[in-house]
């Protein structure tokens, strides 16, 4: 058996499992990898500094990547030489990370599947390969759903002065008071994408509060609306969820699929042991 390394990228945070040829695992982490928002000079940056990989110690004969922004061939190129230089081989398959959460929600099965993260997704599964995508915008003008959006509605709701006086104080509390500051900050960052992920952590020290569940609700509502809703397969197959938004507000998805009468399937909070599953098999 050669040594398999397996890495599943969201915006925020990459998972790495090196599985040797006794099975044994080895765990690995770097920040998240996006080639529409790093060049390949960045992605090995990352790689040097992060990933504490000792090509003296570790061996990697074949890499399986899934990533977010690697959905056409030029991307996948880009990350693919990236991998092939950096860990020495010239086994490298990558593949977008909806397909990563379609082969740990669904296995072989089919089935509609959401990645609800940083970012969001959607596909149909056949059990073999995603059949029906719909499109998605990225976090400038999409993410529906995503702690980007959820972040971004919070942002919102602070900057209006539509919060009461609670949240209001629960908000600077966690932020501070100087909203020019976090408005600097916010067009400042290279990722404003995870800058606006952070402001989830207020929803998720409100919970219980009708203004912060409003915002649970209706952002994730929106997403049923602009994906899920839209595939036909949704009504003839489960509905699974992948990712740190879904697993978070696990709850919601629930009470939404219900509302819809649609089945709900797993909510996965990350890819990445299944995977190891996945590719054991």
């Excluded at 500094?49 to 990697?60: C, F, I, P, S, Y």
């Excluded at 990558?94 to 969001?120: E, Y």
Aim: glycine share 8%; aromatic share 12%.
């Amino acid at each position: 058996m050669s040594n398999i390394l397996i890495a599943e990228s969201g915006a925020t945070k990459t998972d790495w499992r090196l599985l040797d040829a006794t099975k044994k695992i080895k765990s690995f982490s770097t920040t998240g990898i996006n080639p529409y928002l790093q060049t390949p000079e960045m992605i090995l940056a990352v790689l040097e500094n992060e990933l504490g990989w000792d090509a003296k110690k570790h061996q990697a004969d074949k890499v399986f990547y899934y990533g977010t922004g690697v959905s056409n061939s030029e991307q996948q190129k880009k990350i693919g030489k990236v991998l092939t230089h950096f860990f020495q081989t010239k086994s490298v398959t990558v593949n977008h990370d909806m397909l990563a959460a379609a082969r740990a929600a669904c296995g072989n099965n089919k089935g509609v599947v959401s990645i609800l993260g940083t970012g969001s997704n959607s596909c149909y599964f056949d059990g073999k390969q995603i059949k029906v995508q719909q499109r998605s915008l990225g976090y400038i003008a999409g993410d529906e759903g995503s702690g980007n959006y959820l972040g971004k509605r919070v942002l919102q709701y602070y900057a209006y002065k539509t919060f009461d006086d609670e949240l209001t104080m629960s908000f600077e509390k966690l932020f501070g008071d100087d909203f020019n500051a976090i408005v600097k900050k916010l067009y400042a960052e290279t990722f404003p994408n995870r800058y606006l992920a952070e402001f989830v952590l207020f929803l998720r020290e409100n919970r219980g509060h009708f203004m912060v569940e409003n915002i649970i609700e209706d952002c994730l509502n929106d997403f049923f609306n602009a994906h899920i809703l839209k595939y036909r397969q949704s009504w003839k197959s489960p509905i699974h969820f992948v990712g740190s938004i879904a697993f978070e507000f696990r709850t919601t998805l629930k009470m939404l699929c219900e509302q819809y009468e649609l089945e709900l399937g797993n909510i996965i909070k990350s890819p990445i042991e299944q995977l190891i599953g996945y590719h054991k098999e």
